[in-house]
């Protein structure tokens, strides 16, 4: 059998040697056919460069494709999983984060029919407070979303053919892969592994990025938000029903006495407010629809010593393609 390994990178200038020489270590050592898949998802600093040069070197088994611009990681995820050509692959970050030993053991578990070995991570050397609102985010998003998403659980994994071309099969523009990986299902195992620590250079995750992808998390899989949207509304329209015959129920029996003006600002001002949070919630599925709509695709390829099509000019590809 042959395996690929694909390896999303932005900015691992730093790093990226080190990851090679590791890999490379424990592929030779397990004696399996193997490429290792680099995607440069348009780095500032010196990686594509680095890239090249690994290229050169391990000629036959390192393939790489770079992007016009930074796509994002699931975009580079894809443009991997799409050049990838081993009967199983194996996603994994250039930080040495996901630690390469671990390999053997997914080949193992591969190897006794599985079709996805996910590898699942402790919250050891995480901050407190992040890993306790991740668990608690976690738990409230599995009772909304219709696919199952798992604390620890990221994007380090192996894949059979088969769920690659499930995944690459999926043309949505909005790539949320952690509810992929679950969509597709087939026969899924998952291990435990002990955290490590980046090696060098730096996240990519602001706090902003975090909550962002938490948004995406929910409504990525259902249209269930919209559904608590009514249901709030309607709760408040028989509130405010009741209220009203009370109201005039007080009126009738003991005439008007309190104005009653602070009730009224509070219910003006947080009916608002729901309402705003309503709007942006139907917003943000116009929007999804609306980058659906555009069938864009979801990367551009500037280079690549692979089968990817470029997107340079033609005039220019005779010196600036690799192959
Ligand atoms: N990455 C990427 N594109 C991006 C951001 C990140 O390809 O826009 C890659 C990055 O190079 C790394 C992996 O995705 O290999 C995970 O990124 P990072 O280590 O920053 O995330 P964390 O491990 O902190 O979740
Ligand atoms: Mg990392």
């Not at 407190?128 to 409230?140: E, F, H, I, Q, T």
């Not at 998390?217 to 329209?237: C, H, K």
């Not at 219910?267 to 555009?294: F, N, S």
């Amino acid at each position: 059998m042959k395996l690929s390994v694909v390896v999303p990178c932005y900015d691992e200038e730093e790093v990226i040697g080190r990851f090679d020489e590791e890999i490379r270590g424990v592929l030779g050592r397990l004696a399996v056919e193997y490429e290792l898949c680099y995607v440069d998802d348009g780095s500032t600093d010196g990686t594509l460069h680095r890239i090249r040069t690994l290229a050169q070197q391990h000629r036959p088994t390192t393939r790489y494709v770079s992007f016009s611009r930074n796509f994002g990681k699931e975009a580079a995820m894809l443009a991997g999983l799409k050049e990838a050509g081993g009967d199983a692959v194996i996603l994994m970050d250039a930080d040495l984060q996901h630690p390469p030993q671990l390999i053997e053991k997914m080949l193992d578990l591969y190897q006794l029919g599985h079709d996805q070995v996910i590898a699942r991570r402790s919250r050891e050397g995480d901050k407190p407070l992040r890993s306790m609102v991740s668990k608690l985010y976690y738990r409230a998003v599995n009772k909304w979303v219709d696919v199952e998403l798992t604390d620890g659980v990221g994007d380090f994994r192996l894949l059979s053919r088969t769920a690659v071309d499930a995944l690459v099969s999926l043309p949505e523009y909005n790539r949320f892969s952690k509810g992929l990986f679950s969509w597709i299902g087939f026969d899924t195992v998952t291990f435990d592994y002990r955290n490590a620590q980046r090696e060098g250079g730096r996240t990519k995750w602001r706090f902003g990025a975090l909550v962002n992808y938490g948004i995406d998390g929910m409504i990525s899989f259902n249209s269930r938000p919209l559904r608590v949207a009514i249901y709030t509304g309607l709760s408040l329209a028989g509130l405010a029903a009741a209220y009203a015959l009370w109201i005039i129920g007080a009126a009738v029996a003991g005439g008007i006495t309190a104005p009653g003006y602070v009730t009224l600002v509070a219910i003006i001002v947080g009916l608002g407010g729901l309402q705003m949070v309503m709007l942006g919630l139907i917003g943000e599925y116009i929007g999804r629809i609306y980058y659906e709509t555009k069938r864009r695709p979801h990367f551009l390829v500037k280079e690549t010593n692979g089968t990817a099509p470029t997107h340079t000019p033609t005039a220019r590809v005779a010196g600036r393609t690799r192959r």
